[in-house]
């Protein structure tokens, strides 16, 4: 058997499919007609297409699978069609480092763009493809990482599942084994970085001996407003070929076939020499001691036929060892040197070759193994730094500053280099050089500091190397950098009330960016503006116009936007949330004239104008949700003042996004300011105001005035609409 379980395992047949964030491709209804109220009901009909979180392949008002019963009946077993109670949770062990360990196999790049799963109710599976670099192999621990919207659960029951390549051209086939887990600790999208689960599968005794085998997650996302997805990788390092299988054909296809952009989901497996191997030794692998050994400890994964054990069969440095210890049914042993084959400072190999000995009683020869540790009479580390841990870099920030870390004993300049140093806790702060001087006992590095305030700098064990290629010790110190901090708004509440537009400015519709000159010049973090861009989705664009997209809210600092690919920088945040201004939506029954819109007006006399920029829209999740805001922007504030006045907000039924408000400069350097980023079912605060304000511990230099780029009147791709439920 070519994959193979030593055991048997109840599997239940979860057939479900993780799709992060939501790809609409849900399966609505007829509409209603003209006079019915506006609230649709799922269909009964079953899915066949895996969903994601970004809902960008489908419009929003098409794709209604209509596979008459009969047929999905005809492809679908019962298990199948109707889902089965989800099986209890075994306790499984975890905890390995899911970017480290040893044997773990990564196909994704560490960044999170979307992520995958079936309609809920039905059995969805997904899985990656692992290949062993040689035979045979075994798998035994599995990493997960999902990803959820707001208003999804936090913990999600999915079983891990490997099944063998023997399908149709190599697809997914024999299924090998299933462990029920639980996924804790789940993030809402689109948090760039993973949450690790780990899972020991080892019971499950999974042994490759040629080929390849598939391993993920199945599980049924268990209502509409509760889904978890597994999360994906768009742009990874390299590809999973990942499959999901089909409820209604009984088929596996390829993930590919609906998402052209995925690389790899968030799957990662760690993979083992089955059979007789090193498993440990002492002196450990990589570690380093400061005597010279002559006795090694050795332990294998089964127990050795004593016959074919010899002293020979363990080398180090290519010296072999004289006698060996061995007591037959154990998997330990001990190689005994007369004299220690360890001799000068530095890396020392350890050797077995390949076939040396054999297991007892199968026979399966010994997997070769390598391994190296370090002979050091005295560790490097760092002695003192200049300027001293604690103290300060003396010219005021922004600069260039030399940093000198004294060592204990002289380095290899050939392992020095700039990377070995990073810095924390300032924001943009870079090295941007290294030298060695002082007999090699000083590293020299260079850095440009943007800012006053606090600085970390850390050496990581292992950076840098003696003259002998031994490894350094950790370092960390803080220090104190002079000048002002990052320029950051603080904010103030307040009980204004919104001011009226009564301009409009022609945003009528969903995901648009509408240019609007503004009566005055208004600097946001120092630049000057004379117009911006106004979004349908509650933002002011100062530099990027960052829709069609920008319905995918994320918590501060945000990340760039996935479809547009720019940051969102330089952007005032009254209330970013997806919603829609087209003008006669049911909620703008709610507003003047019963239209939705963005209105502007102004108030106050020249040079103390205030521009105010009115939202009433609707949330795209529910049509009938009125929202009302406002940004107030003033003319020659000295302290950059701008107002965020909160209205009406109409809770809705169900809301995927969250809603977020503040301003970020730039967000990569920790230029921001959040003053909420809330889920639903928490509502946002609403009947209040907030004042912000940024106030430069020096004066500014005279900085240009920036013009926006109008965005382009572009037609977004629609999306496919959920159906409310009554409201009562």
Known sequence: MKKQRKHSVNAYVLRAAFVLLTLALALWVAPFAPGQQRHREFSKRTLTFPRSLLERQQPKNQQVQTIPDSVKDRHQSPKQAVPRPAPPIQEVPSGIDCDNAPGIVIHDDGTVETGYQSAPGILGIFVDKFAPASYPSTYTSVCLAFMRLCGGTTSERVEVVVFDDDGPGGSPGTELGAMPVTIDNIPIFPDPTPVWNSFDISSLNIVVNDGSVYIGARWTPPSFFDRAYLASDENGRGSGDGY?????????????????????????????????????????????????????????????????????????????????????????????????????????????????????????????????????????????????????????????????????????????????????????????????????????????????????????????????????????????????????????????????????????????????????????????????????????????????????????????????????????????????????LDGCANFPGATCGIFTSVTGSAPNRIFNIEWRTVLYWDDTAPQNFEVRLYENDPNRRFDVVFGTLTPPFFAERAWVSGVQGEGNLGIYTEDFCVCWPDPPPQNQSRTYTLTPCATPSPTPTATPTPAPRVTPTPRARPNPRPRP
């Open 244 to 584: 999901y299988f089909d409820n209604v054909s009984n088929v596996w296809t390829p993930i590919g076939n609906f998402f052209p952009q995925y690389r790899a989901m968030f799957v990662r497996a760690v993979e083992q020499l089955g059979g007789l191997a090193v498993v440990n030794t002492d002196p450990a692998v990589g570690s380093v001691v400061s005597t010279q050994p002559a006795d090694f400890v050795v332990d294998v994964r089964e127990p050795v036929q004593p016959d074919t054990l010899q002293a020979s069969d363990f080398t180090v440095n290519g010296t072999a060892a004289n006698s060996v210890d061995y007591t037959p049914g154990t998997t330990t042993m001990t190689f005994h040197f007369a004299t220690t084959p360890v001799v000068t400072q530095g890396a020392q190999t350890m050797h077995i070759a390949q076939g040396a000995f054999l297991s007892d009683p199968s026979g399966d020869p010994v997997h070769a193994f390598n391994g190296t540790f370090y002979y050091d009479t005295l560790l490097l580390q760092m002695d003192s730094t200049v300027p001293p841990v604690g103290g300060s870099f003396s010219s005021p920030a922004p600069g260039t500053y030399q940093y000198d870390v004294n060592w204990n004993k002289a380095v290899d300049p050939a392992s020095v280099q700039t990377s070995d140093l990073t810095l924390s806790g300032n924001p943009g702060a870079t090295v941007t050089g290294v030298s060695v001087i002082n007999d090699n006992m000083t590293t020299r590095f260079m850095l440009n500091i943007q800012f006053g305030g606090s600085l970390t700098a850390s050496l990581a064990a292992g950076a840098i190397t003696d003259q002998f290629g031994n490894p350094n010790n950790a370092f960390s110190g803080n220090y104190t950098v002079q000048g002002c901090p990052p320029n950051q708004y603080v904010i103030t509440q307040g009980n204004d009330t919104i001011v009226p537009g009564d301009t409009n400015i022609g945003s009528n519709c969903d995901e648009c960016d509408t240019f609007v000159p503004l009566p005055f010049n208004f600097q946001l973090y120092g630049t000057t503006y004379n117009g911006v861009n106004v979004t349908s989705n509650g933002r002011l664009d100062f530099v990027n116009a960052n829709e069609p997209g920008g319905f995918i809210t994320a918590c501060l600092p945000s990340p760039p936007s996935y479809f547009t690919g720019v940051p969102y920088d330089n952007t005032i945040f009254p209330l970013w949330q997806d919603m829609r201004t087209d003008a006669t």
